[in-house]
């Protein structure tokens, strides 16, 4: 295995990243399954970290916590402060194995299948992750919210779901798949935090119902990230700009029901059709 982990990261010196990931990836289950202290002698630490090295060196942050979650599952001391710097230096990855959340220790939690379809959302302390910028007004936000669900098996698709009754209670955290990032909350204030998750728990939902009642995800980005931020000031009510959802004046009081319409039309506008030939605001 060492040899196989020598050629991807010659391939990724070679600036062929994603072939460097597929050989890395084709040998990912036996790493997992070779105890550190095989009979064979092998110690595949120092490859493993030099390989997620280069992996970030060239911005690849998703395959360098691929590589070093396999080595942390190995026993690498060294590995969890890689990812932690990371995670740091380049801010949320599009998706993780669900270990690595373990792995990070990072403030999780797992909502319900149902009406939630298993998101899971993540956080981390403030002083860890770079601060964001909006790209339509570039103000800062110095706070952030994942919303991370899990993958449908070959696609690199968030898997879709139902939305149903709602169900109490925590859910306990996935400990095998990947997770993939569907939704990104942003917040200037650290009070506006429980308005974040209330949000990222709407959007999980309705995330859920675009997906099991008409096939529809995010028109905009490559990722399909839809990024949602939550400005303090300005004239209160949303808008939606590309995969860019805005909230405004979140001190004026809003009922819950409100604040779930506001987001299910804003999210609408991200991901269904818009109808043309009008003059007239909608």
């Known amino acids: 295995m060492s040899g196989t982990l020598l050629q991807a990261a010659r391939s990724v010196g070679q600036g062929r990243v994603e072939e ?14 070779t105890p550190p202290s095989a009979s064979d002698g092998e110690d595949l630490e120092p490859a493993l970290l030099e390989l997620g090295r280069l992996f970030l060196l060239w911005e690849n942050p998703e395959a360098a ?33 669900a270990q690595t959340v373990q792995t990070l220790k990072l403030n999780a939690e797992a909502l319900p299948q149902e009406p939630f379809r298993g998101a899971v959302l993540v956080e981390v302390p403030d002083a860890a992750l770079p601060a964001g910028k909006d790209p339509l007004y570039e ?28 169900s109490e209670g925590a859910a306990p955290l996935p400990e095998t798949g990947t997770l993939r990032q569907q939704f990104l909350i942003h917040y200037q204030r650290p009070e506006d935090a429980a308005l ?27 990722d399909g990230i839809v990024h949602v931020w939550l400005v303090s000031d300005g004239d209160a009510g949303g808008e939606q700009w590309k995969q860019h959802l ?14 779930m319409r506001e987001a299910a ?13 009008f003059t007239a605001p909608e």
Request: glycine share 10%.
């Open 20 to 33: 460097a990931w597929k050989t890395f990836a084709s040998i990912r289950e036996a790493a997992l399954g």
């Open 65 to 97: 916590l691929d590589v070093w979650q396999v080595a942390a599952q190995r026993g690498s001391r060294g590995a969890p402060d890689r990812m932690a710097e990371a995670l740091e230096r380049k801010g949320w990855p599009v998706w993780v194995h």
């Open 139 to 166: 103000k800062r936000f110095r706070h952030s919210l994942a919303v991370y669900l899990p993958e449908e098996p070959g696609t690199g698709n968030a898997r879709p779901g139902a939305l149903c009754s709602s």
């Open 196 to 222: 974040a998750r209330k949000l990222a728990r709407n959007f999980a939902a309705l995330h859920g119902l675009m997906g099991e009642r008409l096939d529809s995800r995010s028109r905009f980005g490559e």
């Open 246 to 259: 805005y909230f405004y004046d979140l001190g004026r009081s809003r009922s819950h029901l409100e604040w």
């Open 265 to 277: 039309h804003e999210y609408g506008h991200a991901v269904l059709p818009g109808s043309s030939g």
